[in-house]
């Protein structure tokens, strides 16, 4: 009996094509780079969803961002240098509004510590929606034994900041969806070592628990780690 693409489901919603009878997974990125080679791309998607890849090539980077986004990622990003980058601590903070809803100066703890130091003020990292010098202070930190960095991995909370807690929910904890994130920020980066130091210090950490514990869980203490 021939065998017909339908009769295969893809795992990740990407089209089932045949070739020489065998299945094959078809991605819009493929699609794409098929269109660029002009190859024939017939049937492969509906008409108006090829239409709009036609329409949206690839950028000179390589990179593909749909162009009703471009105009929020330039305003977030501007905001983000304009209103939000603190020197002093070296990440990036939240923001006071006043009244008006305008940006009214960073949002600081009882005792004047910027109180985003941790994991969120580095999150503009992972969107690469940092400057060349922002991007090497935010590894530094990161990497760090004295701010981010602990046996347990990366923490929520920069261990100098002074509202740090070892007892905490998030504050005190390494987080594995958060490993996630800036293991795949550090290989985009070209850290390759530092991200395998992620991983692997996360996937021990993972394995050791549950071992221990028979149950699976989405964030550690780093005191107990």
């Known amino acids: 009996m021939e065998a017909k693409a339908e009769d295969y489901k893809s795992r990740f919603g990407a089209k089932i094509i045949l070739i020489e ?20 791309t017939k049937g ?22 749909p162009p009703l986004y471009d105009k929020d990622i330039e305003e ?32 600081r703890y009882k005792d004047g510590t910027n109180y985003n130091m941790g994991l969120d003020g580095t999150s503009p990292l992972i969107a690469d929606a940092v400057t060349l010098e922002q991007k090497n202070i935010l590894w530094e930190k990161v990497q760090s034994k004295e701010h981010l960095w602990t046996n347990a991995g990366i923490s929520t909370v920069d261990i100098s900041a002074s509202y740090y807690t070892p007892d905490g929910y998030w504050n005190g904890c390494v987080w594995m969806p958060h490993q996630w994130l800036l293991w795949k920020a550090a290989l985009n980066d070209n850290m390759g070592k530092f991200a395998e130091k992620i991983a692997k210090t996360a996937l021990n950490l993972w ?19």
């Open 76 to 107: 977030l990003t501007n905001s983000l240098q304009k209103y939000s980058w603190d020197k002093e601590c070296g990440y990036f903070s939240y923001v006071n509004v006043n009244k008006d809803g305008n940006p009214d100066g960073f949002f």
């Open 21 to 40: 009878d065998e299945p094959f997974e078809v991605s819009s990125t493929q699609i794409r780079n098929m269109i660029a080679e002009g190859k024939d």
């Open 44 to 65: 492969l998607l509906p008409e108006s969803v090829f239409e709009y890849i036609k329409e949206h090539p690839y950028k000179k980077d390589g990179s593909y961002i």
């Open 207 to 225: 394995e050791k628990e549950t071992k221990r514990h028979y149950s699976c869980f989405e964030q550690f203490t780093v005191s107990n780690s």
